[in-house]
């Protein structure tokens, strides 16, 4: 659990939520969450990152 966060916020900034309002700063976790399963997915496949 611990590195999933350290990714979140390495990677994608996650420190604090940038919008005020439950619906929109859950909005931004999901997305974030569906770009990290995206990295881990790319990484599995060994796919060159994009410049």
Known sequence: VGQTFGTLHRKFGCK????????????????KAVCLNLLKAANRLRVPAAA
């Open 16 to 31: 604090r939520a940038r919008y005020f309002g439950l619906r929109k700063v859950l909005a931004q976790s999901l997305l």
